[in-house]
């Protein structure tokens, strides 16, 4: 799709910039934001800086959360004879911010789109933390609200994932705290101002981390890593009893016995006998 020896074709071009290090921004990047026909940035003051560092004179266009549909709908019909670079105000767009709106529009009208790899501070701080990395959910800022945020936490409480988090230094504390309440004291990491000057990450339990961050809120981008829950406890005998009498309500003892045994992960033969026993 590019053609950087003269110009961009054009299209729709997803640009990912540093999340701190300017240094991170790649060749190919910094080249399409010199040649592209119009940027399309969340914050145009933290993006000049950005474009100074590539090189980069092109005009820009602020397109963020609060962006009407006419907007969007002039950035596609623009797409038709120009190149429109999409650029974040920090790593990969897409990535909790609005752009997909304007990638998924761009697909439906026909519009060629092309993605440049780069920096995505929930992969950096994956890659921090210690914790597993087979399997993750990105749940990006948890909703302000105790109630709602709750809500979110136990959506996901049973998922056998890492899930990553954006938070921000007054909120973090309390959202460690819920964090402990509805997920399990779990082990997590906080990644902190990834791959600037001070750049940290603490391990913990999430009740030990909240009680770190309660007194002395931390400043800058912040990722929290929580682990996945521990493997859960073996079913107790009461537990099998009461599973078998709500199979035997609606399944032959054999059926009752194999339901529960897959469920619970017990023994079909013993479990087909005690359902035996309670259906006597």
């Known amino acids: ?29 910094a080249a399409i934001l010199r040649a592209a026909d119009v940027i399309a940035v969340e914050d145009t003051r933290v993006s000049a800086r950005l474009l ?4 980069s004179d092109r005009p820009m266009i602020p397109y963020h959360d609060h962006s009407s549909d006419t907007l969007r709908a002039r950035l596609i019909e623009r797409m038709a004879a120009e190149s429109v670079a999409l650029l974040s105000d920090a790593g990969t767009p897409l990535i909790s911010d609005p752009g997909y709106k304007l990638v998924r529009d761009a697909r439906i009208a026909g519009r060629a789109v092309t993605t440049l790899p780069g920096p995505s501070a929930a992969i950096a701080a994956l ?4 914790l597993p990395t087979d399997r993750f959910l990105f749940m990006g800022f948890l909703p302000s609200k105790a109630k709602a945020r709750g809500d979110a936490l136990d959506e996901v409480a049973g998922l056998r994932a890492t899930l990553v988090f954006y938070e921000s230094g007054p909120r973090l504390s309390e959202s460690l705290s819920a964090m402990a309440a509805h997920l399990g004291d779990r082990d997590a990491a906080v990644c902190r101002e990834i791959s600037k000057a001070f750049e940290e990450t603490v391990t913990g339990t999430l009740t030990d981390l909240a009680a770190r961050y309660a007194d002395a809120p931390p400043r800058g981008e912040i990722v929290v890593i929580v682990g996945p829950p521990g493997e859960a406890p073996p079913a107790s005998e009461e ?22 045994a897959k469920k619970l992960g017990l023994d079909r033969r013993a479990l087909y006998a005690r359902a035996m026993e309670l259906k006597g």
């Open 52 to 55: 100074r560092h590539a090189g």
């Open 127 to 130: 890659t921090l933390s210690g």
């Open 1 to 29: 799709m590019e053609t950087l020896g003269s110009r961009l074709e054009p299209g729709l071009y997803i640009v990912a910039g540093p999340i701190g290090n300017l240094a991170d921004l790649t060749p190919r990047a």
């Open 239 to 260: 537990d099998a009893d009461a599973a078998l009498r709500e199979a035997l309500t609606r399944l032959p003892v054999s059926k009752a016995a194999g339901e529960v």
